[in-house]
C-alpha cells in the first residue's frame, strides 16, 4: 500500500575514530525506531539538503549539511571526532525510507547519497534576540574532484590508472603520455545545468 | 530537565481559546508552471498550540504566570499545556474544564465559594502495545464516550489525535494518529481524554512578555511548539 507520498529521509553518520558509534538522524519531529530497533533522532529542520542534488550533477564542490536540533549525544560525538583529528574520512549517508499511507516504513531506506566528512564547522551567531546553533558537516565525494582546479586537471598517471579501470584487459591508455603541455592544460569536466 | 513535569494551572490561567493545530511535514520540487505541485509527506508533524487571551485578573494569577515563565525559562524549559477537549469530546452536563462541579444537596457551595470536584470520567484504554513511531493504534472504546474518531488523547502528556477508523471490532478501534507515537504506550494503559495535555516549550524566548495596565486586567497570548527534543532524549537514553 506504498502510495509514494511519504517518505522519510534519514541521515547516518558512521564517526571514523569511535569504534561502533553511528549518529542516526531523520528529518522530522520525534523519535523514530527502524526495523532493526535503531534509533533515529528527529532534527528538526535540515537546510541545504537541497544541496544533494548538486552534488550529483557535480556542481557542489561540497555539500553543506546544516543539522539542526541535534542532541549533545550526536554533538558530543562530532566534537570528540574533531577533537581527535580524526573527522575526515567518517562516512555520511543519506537515506531514503518509503512508508505506506500510514507513514509506516516499507522495505529497507535506499542509501541515496554517500560521501566522507571533510570538515565540520561549529557555528555559533547571534542576530538580534536570535542567537543559533548550527553544527555544519562538510561532506565531499568523488564529484568534489570536477571543481577543484588540480582535480580537473588530466595527467597521464591519472589517465593510465583509470584506463586501468575501464578497460583491465586492454593496454594502458597513453594518449596524455608525452605531452609536456598537459602540465599547464585543463581539461573541463562537463557540466550539466 | 527535570524529572518532574509541570503542568500548566488550567483552571486558574484559562485561556479564552486554544488553538492546537498539527504542522505536517511535506516536501516538493515546487510548482510547475500550470500551478501545481506535487507533494511528498517527510513526517507526520509536530503540534503547533497557541492561547489567546489569558486573563490576568489579579494578582494570584499574575504571580502563576511568573512562576510558569521562570520554568519555561525561554524557549529550553518545558511544560505540559492543557488542550480542552469539549470541541470533539461530547463532556456531561454541567462539567467545566473537564471537571464535575458538584454543590452541597442544598446547593449551597463551601463557605470558600468553591464547589466538590470529580474529573470526568471518560475511560479510554489503549488495546494494543503502541512503539515508538507508530502511526495507526489500537484503541479500547472505555465508557463516556461514543466515538473515537477525531479526538484528541494523550499519555504522559504526549498529545495524540485520531484520525478516520479503518476497523472497528467491538469496542476496539483501529484508528490512525497524528502525530506518530512520541514514547511507547503500554497496553491497558489508560489514556487521558477528558483534559489531554502536551509537553511544550515556547516559540519565542519572550513569549510570555506581559504588560501590566493601569487597569490591572490584562489578557496575553503565548505561543507553544510541541517539546520534541524530550521525546527524542527519552528514546535515545
Same mark, same amino acid.
Given at each position: 500500500m506504498s502510495s509514494g507520498r511519504s517518505i522519510r529521509i534519514l541521515i547516518q553518520i558512521d564517526w571514523v575514530d569511535v569504534a561502533e558509534t553511528v549518529s542516526? /538522524?531523520?528529518?522530522?519531529?520525534?523519535?523514530?525506531?527502524?526495523?532493526? /530497533?535503531?534509533?533515529w533522532v528527529g532534527a528538526a529542520a535540515l537546510s541545504g539538503i537541497t544541496g544533494v542534488d548538486m552534488a550529483i550533477n557535480g556542481e557542489a564542490v561540497v555539500l553543506n549539511i546544516e543539522l539542526s536540533g541535534v542532541n549533545s549525544t550526536n554533538s558530543d560525538l562530532a566534537w570528540l571526532s574533531f577533537t581527535n583529528n580524526e573527522i575526515i574520512g567518517s562516512i555520511f549517508r543519506i537515506l531514503i525510507q518509503t512508508c505506506d499511507d500510514y507513514d509506516q516504513p516499507v522495505g529497507d531506506p535506499e542509501v541515496k547519497f554517500t560521501g566522507t566528512i571533510d570538515n565540520i564547522i561549529f557555528h555559533d551567531k547571534a542576530a538580534g534576540d536570535d542567537s543559533t546553533s548550527i553544527l555544519i558537516v562538510e561532506v565531499v565525494n568523488r564529484f568534489t574532484l570536477r571543481r577543484i582546479i588540480n582535480g580537473s586537471? /588530466?595527467?597521464?598517471?591519472?589517465?593510465?590508472?583509470?584506463?586501468?579501470? /575501464?578497460?583491465?584487459?586492454?593496454?594502458?591508455?597513453?594518449?596524455?603520455?608525452?605531452v609536456p603541455l598537459m602540465l599547464d592544460k585543463t581539461v573541463s569536466w562537463p557540466q550539466w545545468n | 530537565m527535570p524529572d518532574s513535569i509541570m503542568v500548566w494551572p488550567h483552571r486558574y490561567l484559562k485561556p479564552a481559546s486554544v488553538m492546537a493545530?498539527?504542522?505536517?511535514?511535506?516536501?516538493?520540487? %515546487?510548482?510547475?508552471? %500550470?500551478?501545481?505541485?506535487?507533494?511528498?509527506r517527510t513526517d507526520r508533524g509536530w503540534w503547533s498550540i497557541s492561547y489567546r487571551n489569558v486573563p490576568l485578573y489579579d494578582s494570584n494569577r499574575r504571580r502563576l504566570w511568573n512562576m510558569l515563565r521562570q520554568q519555561f525559562g525561554g524557549m529550553a524549559g518545558s511544560v505540559a499545556v492543557p488542550v480542552w477537549n469539549h470541541d470533539t469530546v461530547e463532556l456531561p452536563d454541567g462539567t467545566s474544564n473537564g471537571l464535575f462541579l458538584t454543590p452541597h444537596s442544598d446547593f449551597s457551595p463551601h463557605s470558600d465559594a468553591s464547589y466538590y470536584s470529580q474529573p470526568v470520567s471518560i475511560v479510554v484504554e489503549m488495546a494494543i502495545v503502541a512503539a515508538i513511531s507508530d502511526t495507526v493504534v489500537t484503541l479500547r472504546m472505555g465508557y463516556g464516550i461514543s466515538d473515537l474518531s477525531g479526538i484528541r488523547f494523550s499519555y504522559n502528556h504526549a498529545l495524540y489525535e485520531t484520525?478516520?477508523?479503518?476497523?472497528? !471490532? %467491538? !469496542?476496539?478501534?483501529?484508528? $490512525?494518529?497524528? +502525530? =506518530?507515537?512520541?514514547?511507547?504506550? $503500554? =497496553? !491497558? =494503559?489508560?489514556?487521558?481524554?477528558?483534559? +489531554?495535555?502536551c509537553l511544550v516549550k515556547l516559540a519565542t524566548d519572550r513569549e510570555m512578555d506581559v504588560s501590566f495596565s493601569a487597569g490591572r486586567f490584562d489578557q496575553v497570548n503565548v505561543a507553544f511548539v510541541e517539546d520534541t527534543a524530550h521525546w527524542n532524549d527519552l528514546a535515545v537514553a
Open positions: 542516526r /538522524l531523520w528529518d522530522g519531529s520525534g523519535p523514530y525506531i527502524d526495523a532493526d /530497533l535503531n534509533v586537471v /588530466l595527467s597521464d598517471t591519472d589517465q593510465k590508472a583509470r584506463a586501468a579501470i /575501464l578497460n583491465p584487459a586492454g593496454n594502458p591508455d597513453r594518449f596524455a603520455e608525452r | 493545530n498539527p504542522v505536517p511535514f511535506t516536501r516538493s520540487g %515546487g510548482k510547475s508552471l %500550470g500551478g501545481l505541485s506535487r507533494n511528498t484520525g478516520q477508523p479503518t476497523l472497528i !471490532d %467491538g !469496542d476496539e478501534w483501529t484508528l $490512525p494518529i497524528f +502525530p =506518530a507515537i512520541r514514547a511507547e504506550i $503500554p =497496553a !491497558d =494503559a489508560a489514556l487521558e481524554v477528558a483534559m +489531554p495535555t
